[in-house]
Structure formats: C-alpha cells, structure tokens
C-alpha cells in the first residue's frame, strides 16, 4: 500500500511541478502581453494571445489531471472510499518527504495563480482606462462634427451639409 501512495505522490507531484512551470509562463506572457499593449503592437499581441490560450489549455488539462491523481490517492488511503477533507487532508496522509515536497509545489502555485490575478486585473485597469480615453476622443470628435449652420459670403444659409465650414471669407 505504502509503495502505490508513494507512486501515486510521485504523480501528483510531477503533476504540480508540471502546473508551476505552465503558471509560470502563464504569467511571463500576461507581462509581455501589457508590454505589447503598450506598443500599440497588434500581431504581436495576437501571437500573445494565442500562446496564452494554449498555456490555458494546458493548465486545464493538468487540473483534470490533477483531480484523477487526487482521486485514485484518495481511493488508496481511505480504502474504496472516496470521501477526502479536501487536498490538506489528503498531503497529510502522505509519507513526509513527499509530503512537505507536495506542500511547497501547492503553495507555489497559489502564489503564481494570486499573481496571475494581479497581471490580469491590471490588464484589465489598463484596457478599460484606454477605452475610457478612446471614446472620451470620439465623443469630443461627435461635438465637432455637430451640424452647425452653413452661410455663403453673401449671407444666405447653405443647406448642403458642409458641417460649419466656411466657404468664403469675402463678406
């Protein structure tokens, strides 16, 4: 029994490791991604996006692979139950060198997953004050584009839409 719980430990651990190294190039392309922004770099940015979504994928694929590791762990510890008080409950059973090992991988990835939040809400905040800046211009091009009368140099109002222009500076 010991030898499988190590085993599937090993899994588990191999797995976190696998997630810590996805999350950090998760958050390597979320900086790199402000820095495109910044540029006004659009193909660049595309390119970041599109190796973010895989990066996503990945840790997606990891997370499902994670809950079938945890799932076959605890199946082992607790017999053919499968009830478990969660991932602590779980490492705790664990034989310690892998344990504190699996504590330090876990704890990593929330640090990376907090910090990802962070890049991501910031994003957020720089994309949102750049709309915010975009239509405050186009709402003060609106204003200058308002149809304002139109009169020819002898007076007359003009009814073709000019926009205000003038036409003639002769009186």
């Known amino acids: 029994m010991e030898v499988a719980v190590n085993q599937l430990a090993e ?5 976190a490791d696998d997630q810590t190294h996805v999350l950090r190039e998760l958050t390597g392309r979320l ?7 910044i540029q006004l770099d659009v193909s660049g940015l595309e390119e970041c996006n599109k190796q973010t979504e895989t990066l996503v994928l990945r840790l997606q694929m990891l997370s499902t692979s994670k809950a079938i590791a945890l799932e076959k762990l605890s199946r082992e510890l607790n017999g053919r139950q499968t009830e478990h008080g969660g991932l ?9 060198p892998l344990r504190h090992r699996l504590e330090a ?17 910031s994003n957020i905040g720089f994309i949102e004050h ?3 800046t975009v239509r405050g211009s186009l709402s003060l091009l609106r204003m200058l584009q308002e149809e304002n009368p139109t009169y020819h140099g002898h007076g007359r109002y003009s009814d073709r ?3 205000g222009r003038l036409i ?3 009186v």
């Not at 900086?31 to 922004?37: C, D, G, N, S, Y």
């Not at 409950?89 to 664990?94: E, Y």
């Not at 991988?105 to 809400?121: H, V, W």
């Open 168 to 170: 003639s500076r002769e």
């Open 31 to 37: 900086q790199q991604k402000r820095r495109l922004m």
């Open 11 to 15: 899994d588990l651990l191999q797995i």
């Open 88 to 96: 602590t409950a779980l490492v705790d059973k664990i034989p310690q």
């Open 105 to 121: 991988a876990f704890a990593c990835n929330r640090s990376l997953a907090a910090a990802i939040q962070e890049l991501n809400r």
């Open 130 to 132: 750049s709309l915010d």
């Open 161 to 163: 839409s000019n926009s």
